[in-house]
């Protein structure tokens, strides 16, 4: 299992920008395939976001154009760079990692766009 510890969310205007980061422990994070998912109120978890271990990612077309995943595998941490929030962004942002097809958590961290 891998740790995960999410932070930077928050509460911020439409357009307005957001960076969440996610450190994980262990030493097996640059061969692990990390992941942004959220879950709005009312609606099932989705995945935003993808980097994968050769720094290849993949976007919810949601979100394309206005978010950007990044891994930096010395720090053992993924960041989503949120950019042109909209309401519909709102959400608990979950981090989760992929190895060896175990999944893991982190405890979520919640962004809230309002006006």
């Known amino acids: 299992q891998v740790q995960l510890v999410e932070s930077g969310g928050g509460l911020v205007q439409p357009g307005g920008s957001l960076r969440l980061s996610c450190v994980a422990s262990?030493?097996?994070?640059?061969?692990?395939?990390m992941s942004w998912y959220r879950r709005a109120p009312g609606r099932e978890r989705e995945l935003v976001a993808v980097v994968t271990t050769y720094g290849l990612t993949n976007y919810a077309d949601a979100v394309k154009g206005r978010f950007t995943i990044s891994r930096d595998n010395a720090k053992t941490t993924i960041y989503l760079q949120m950019n042109s929030l909209e309401p519909g962004d709102t959400a608990v942002y979950y981090c989760?990692?992929?190895?060896?097809?175990?999944?893991?958590w982190g405890q979520g961290t919640q962004v809230t766009v309002s006006s």
């Open positions: 989760s990692a992929y190895y060896r097809s175990a999944r893991s």
């Open positions: 262990g030493s097996i994070f640059s061969d692990t395939v």
